[in-house]
């Protein structure tokens, strides 16, 4: 998870001797920080979004006034995936804003934030697995971060993530993304960084092009739960040569079949939510064939489990294509009971109405 690696997880065992796959927190700023990332990608020509570093309510009103309307305001520090508001109106982005540096919206992580252009398009999440000069390449992904269908409401962890991502096909969309990653580790390496473990680009596809949204130092859920089951080979393998600095990536093989993960939460989430709800339906002895599911906030108690998280579940099942994928994954999902278990039907929307496009 973000946290250990930002404090410095890594580097306190590799001071040990242990070959660690995951960034020491020299790389884990990425992550760690937000004005560090977007500083990073100006530094090294990473094409991103505009944005104005904002400290103070007076920062926060002359970066508004220069922004526009439709802005998206990013907590600095870590926020559980949460830290990212998108507001239709100045009126809106102020009293967001305000409330981000007062520390009443996201505690001491949103005391610096960045006021960022909105820009246009569909994300991919790119990830990437790196042993400090090699990288290799994962199947992409489409995250879906809004909580109710129609990509609406608040932001959230992720409610689900489907793979691969159309319009332009896995090989094209791979080969815009690798100079991208190449130029970051490159950049990495002349800040003397030795960055080895999982580098997760999030990328706007806009008309002018791919453009950096975020850096993760991690394999994210959801979509980790929609790219893994993808993954052929030897991944151990594949993840321990990069973690001693001598990347095997013929370990690993991308399988052609597609894959749709949904997320079953809790009813509130991200906002407040209950916990404790008996869960039924979770176990089936088909699953790790075409279906997995994937326990996110759950624990037992008594020997029987519960829900004991926002998102608690997470279904993932492949196909031949995304409509088969889909289809086998809500009805792996109809049959998993809690109480307040919400859901969002409409993961892979935009591919499934238009066909495979995104």
């Known amino acids: 998870p973000e946290a250990p690696l930002v404090a410095g997880l890594a580097d306190a065992l590799r001071a040990r001797g242990l070959a660690v796959f995951g960034p ?36 926060l009103s002359a970066a508004l006034a220069e922004a526009g309307e439709r802005v998206v305001l990013k907590a600095d520090g870590l926020a559980a995936g949460k830290g990212v508001l998108l507001l239709d109106s100045r009126a809106e982005a102020e009293a967001a804003g305000r409330a981000m540096l007062s520390g009443a919206l996201f505690g001491a992580a949103g005391q610096a934030l960045l006021v960022e252009e909105r820009l246009e398009g569909y994300e991919v999440s790119l990830l990437a697995v790196c042993d ?66 999982l580098l997760y680009l999030g990328l706007m596809m806009t008309a002018a092009g791919p453009r950096v949204l975020e850096f993760n130092c991690r394999f994210g859920d959801p979509e980790a739960q929609a790219v893994l089951p993808r993954v052929a080979g030897d991944f151990g393998r594949l993840l321990a040569s990069a973690a001693a600095g001598r990347l095997e ?64 579940l997470a279904v993932t099942a492949l196909g031949q294509d995304l409509p088969q994928a889909a289809a086998r994954c809500y009805q792996r999902s109809d049959a998993i009971r809690f109480t307040g278990r919400t859901r969002r039907r409409d993961i892979g929307w935009r591919a499934l109405s238009k066909g495979g496009g995104a």
């Open 24 to 59: 020491g927190a020299d790389g884990a700023r990425l992550e760690g920080s937000k004005l560090f990332a977007k500083a990073f990608c100006e530094r090294h020509g990473l094409p991103t979004a505009r944005a104005w570093a904002v400290a103070t309510p007076a920062e």
């Open 132 to 197: 400090g000069e090699r990288f290799c390449l994962l199947p992409p992904s489409q995250d879906h971060k809004r909580a109710q269908e129609g990509d609406r409401g608040p932001n959230t962890g992720g409610m689900g993530a489907y793979s691969p991502v159309a319009p332009i096909g896995e090989a094209a969309l791979l080969a815009l993304g690798a100079p991208l990653v190449a130029r970051s580790l490159a950049g990495l390496r002349a800040e003397g960084v030795d960055y080895r473990g």
């Open 249 to 312: 990536a013929d370990a690993m093989a991308i399988r052609p079949e597609a894959s749709l993960c949904v997320v079953l939460a809790a009813a509130g989430y991200p906002g407040h939510y209950s916990q404790g709800h008996p869960i039924s339906g979770h176990a089936a002895p088909g699953d790790g064939e075409t279906c997995f599911v994937f326990h996110a906030g759950t624990r037992l108690v008594e020997g029987r489990l519960v829900s004991a998280g926002g998102r608690v």
